[in-house]
């Protein structure tokens, strides 16, 4: 059964830096991956996209403050952000494509405070 698990998530002032963590289990991962985001009573964005060959892109409202990255030895997608804002304040989902199949990450919390 395949399960990916978020973590990294938690309070940050405004300008502050914080990581997440998507780790994949019951699968060896090298499919496309991505990050969402969502806040309550808005649609689930888009935040930044990385293909199995390590080619990324990224909303225009994060490009040049965040970075997604993967690591295959560990099964685990990374979200590094910088210079956060008030407005990225939402719970973030990792989501992973397998063919026609998308699996999705219970979420974590990150509130930035300004």
């Known amino acids: 059964q395949v399960q990916l698990v978020e973590s990294g998530g938690g309070l940050v002032q405004a300008g502050g830096s914080l990581r997440l963590s998507c780790a994949v289990f019951?699968?060896?991962?090298?499919?496309?991956m991505a990050w969402y985001r969502q806040t309550p009573g808005k649609q689930r964005e888009l935040v930044a996209r990385?293909?199995?060959?390590?080619?990324?892109n990224y909303a225009d409202s994060v490009k040049g403050r965040f970075t997604i990255s993967r690591d295959s030895a560990k099964n685990t997608v990374y979200l590094q952000m910088n210079n956060r804002k008030p407005e990225d304040t939402a719970v973030y989902h990792c989501?992973?494509?397998?063919?026609?199949?998308?699996?999705w990450g219970q979420g974590t919390q990150v509130t930035v405070s300004s």
């Open positions: 989501q992973m494509t397998v063919a026609i199949v998308t699996y």
């Open positions: 019951g699968r060896f991962n090298i499919s496309p």
């Open positions: 990385i293909t199995s060959g390590g080619s990324t």
